[in-house]
C-alpha cells in the first residue's frame, strides 16, 4: 500500500520525490477501510488518512466514496463546519485498489477518549462544546452543497420516505420481524413537528469528533452525511451513547436540548428528549435495509463480512432499543399531558 499512495500521490503533485511510511490501520470503523500514513513530498512531510471502500463481499454497509468526497470537498473549502482538509480521491480505484479519500490526519484524540478520562462532573463542559458542535450544521448553506447530495423536495416528503424504509425493511426481511413491522406503523401515527432541513452528518457521536492538540474540534468520517432533519443527529447522539457511554447528551437530555433551542432558534416543541427519541429510531431503518441486504448476501454465501455475521446477533438487542424509545417517548408526552392539564 505504501508504493501505491506513493505513486498516486506522485502523479497528483506532478513530482517523483514522495515516500510513504508509517502506514498504519486505524480501528473502530466497519464500512471502510482506514489507514494513516506520514507523506514525505519534496521534503515536507504530512500525516495524512486514507479511506478506501471495501469489497462488496466483505462490506457491511455499502456507502459512496465519491459522494461523501464531494460534500467533504465542498465543506473543507466553506469552513463552516471543522473537517479535515481534503487532499485527493481515486474515484474509481485504479490507483489504490479502491475507491478512496485522502485527508489531513487529525492529530489528538477522539471526544469519545476524552470524555472517557473526564469525571462525570466535568463533562458538563464537553457536552456544551458538543452541543455547539452540533448547532453548526444547522447553519450550513444547502445551496453551497454538491449536486450528488439529494435536497428532499420538503420536509414531509423525506419523512415519509424515512417511514418507507422501515416498511421496505419489514418486506425484504428473510423472515417475518413483528417489531420492524410495529415501529413502522408507530413512527407513522407520532410524526413530530415540522422541523427545517439541514445538513445531517448522519453519524453523529463521539467517536466521530477529534480534538486535535490545539483543543480544535474537528468531525469525521461523513459518509452518511446527507440532508434531512437536524434532530437525526441528536438521536444518532443518543442511541451511540447507550450503546457506548459515557453520556454527553444522555448527561442530562433537557439541558442539551434546551442549549441546541437556544443556539439555533428551534422551540422546545421541536426540540425536546421525546422528538430526539423518535429521530434516534426513524433513520435506523434506512440503514437496517442495507444491513439485511448484506445478512441476505451472508447465508447465500456471497458476503464474508464478520460485522454481517455480528449484526444477526445483535437484532435482538436493536429490538430492546426499539421498544425502550417507543416507551420511553410515550412516557414523556404522557407526563407532558399532564403537566399541561
Known amino acids: 500500500?505504501?508504493?501505491?499512495?506513493?505513486?498516486?500521490?506522485?502523479?497528483?503533485?506532478?513530482?517523483?520525490?514522495?515516500?510513504?511510511?508509517?502506514?498504519?490501520?486505524?480501528?473502530?470503523?466497519?464500512?471502510?477501510?482506514?489507514?494513516r500514513f506520514v507523506a514525505t513530498i519534496d521534503g515536507r512531510s504530512h500525516r495524512l488518512v486514507v479511506r478506501a471502500?471495501?469489497?462488496?463481499?466483505?462490506?457491511?454497509?455499502?456507502?459512496?466514496?465519491?459522494?461523501?468526497?464531494?460534500?467533504?470537498?465542498?465543506?473543507?473549502?466553506?469552513?463552516?463546519?471543522?473537517?479535515?482538509?481534503?487532499?485527493?480521491?481515486d474515484c474509481d480505484g485504479k490507483d489504490l485498489g479502491a475507491p478512496a479519500i485522502i485527508t489531513d490526519f487529525v492529530e489528538g484524540e477522539s471526544l469519545l477518549a476524552r470524555a472517557d478520562r473526564t469525571s462525570a462532573e466535568d463533562r458538563g463542559?464537553?457536552?456544551?462544546q458538543l452541543c455547539g458542535l452540533a448547532t453548526t450544521l444547522t447553519a450550513?448553506?444547502?445551496?453551497?452543497?454538491?449536486?450528488?447530495?439529494?435536497?428532499?423536495?420538503?420536509?414531509?416528503?423525506?419523512?415519509?420516505?424515512?417511514?418507507?424504509?422501515?416498511?421496505?425493511?419489514?418486506?425484504?426481511?428473510?423472515?417475518?420481524?413483528?417489531?420492524?413491522?410495529?415501529?413502522?406503523?408507530?413512527?407513522?401515527?407520532?410524526?413530530p413537528p415540522e422541523a427545517p432541513l439541514t445538513l445531517v452528518h448522519g453519524d453523529f457521536q463521539a467517536p466521530n469528533v477529534m480534538i486535535d492538540e490545539q483543543n480544535g474540534w474537528c468531525l469525521i468520517d461523513w459518509e452518511f452525511g446527507h440532508v434531512g432533519?437536524?434532530?437525526?443527529d441528536l438521536g444518532s447522539l443518543q442511541f451511540n451513547e447507550l450503546a457506548r457511554?459515557?453520556?454527553?447528551?444522555?448527561?442530562?437530555?433537557?439541558?442539551?436540548?434546551?442549549?441546541?433551542?437556544?443556539?439555533?432558534?428551534?422551540?422546545?416543541?421541536?426540540?425536546?428528549?421525546?422528538?430526539?427519541?423518535?429521530?434516534?429510531?426513524?433513520?435506523?431503518?434506512?440503514?437496517?435495509?442495507?444491513?439485511?441486504?448484506?445478512?441476505?448476501?451472508?447465508?447465500?454465501?456471497?458476503?464474508?463480512?464478520?460485522?454481517?455475521?455480528?449484526?444477526?446477533?445483535i437484532l435482538s438487542t436493536l429490538h430492546q432499543h426499539w421498544m425502550g424509545s417507543v416507551a420511553a417517548i410515550e412516557s414523556m408526552r404522557a407526563s407532558s399531558e399532564m403537566g399541561q392539564r
Not at 4 to 19: K, P
Not at 58 to 69: K, Q
Not at 245 to 272: H, K, M, Q
Open 1 to 35: 500500500m505504501d508504493k501505491r499512495l506513493a505513486r498516486f500521490l506522485g502523479r497528483q503533485m506532478s513530482t517523483d520525490a514522495v515516500e510513504v511510511t508509517d502506514v498504519i490501520p486505524l480501528v473502530g470503523g466497519y464500512s471502510c477501510a482506514t489507514a
Open 53 to 89: 471502500s471495501l469489497p462488496a463481499d466483505r462490506a457491511p454497509i455499502v456507502t459512496d466514496r465519491s459522494r461523501e468526497w464531494d460534500l467533504l470537498s465542498a465543506l473543507s473549502r466553506s469552513q463552516t463546519i471543522p473537517v479535515p482538509r481534503t487532499w485527493f480521491f
Open 125 to 128: 463542559a464537553l457536552s456544551e
Open 140 to 191: 450550513a448553506d444547502l445551496r453551497t452543497l454538491p449536486s450528488s447530495v439529494e435536497r428532499p423536495s420538503s420536509w414531509g416528503s423525506y419523512i415519509d420516505d424515512q417511514i418507507g424504509q422501515w416498511r421496505l425493511a419489514a418486506t425484504e426481511h428473510i423472515e417475518p420481524d413483528p417489531f420492524i413491522e410495529f415501529v413502522a406503523a408507530w413512527l407513522a401515527r407520532n410524526v
Open 229 to 232: 432533519d437536524p434532530r437525526e
Open 245 to 313: 457511554p459515557p453520556a454527553l447528551f444522555n448527561l442530562d437530555p433537557w439541558r442539551f436540548c434546551a442549549s441546541y433551542c437556544e443556539r439555533t432558534g428551534f422551540t422546545s416543541e421541536i426540540v425536546n428528549p421525546a422528538t430526539v427519541a423518535y429521530f434516534s429510531l426513524l433513520p435506523t431503518g434506512r440503514k437496517l435495509r442495507e444491513i439485511l441486504r448484506q445478512v441476505r448476501g451472508l447465508l447465500d454465501g456471497r458476503n464474508e463480512s464478520f460485522v454481517s455475521a455480528y449484526a444477526v446477533a
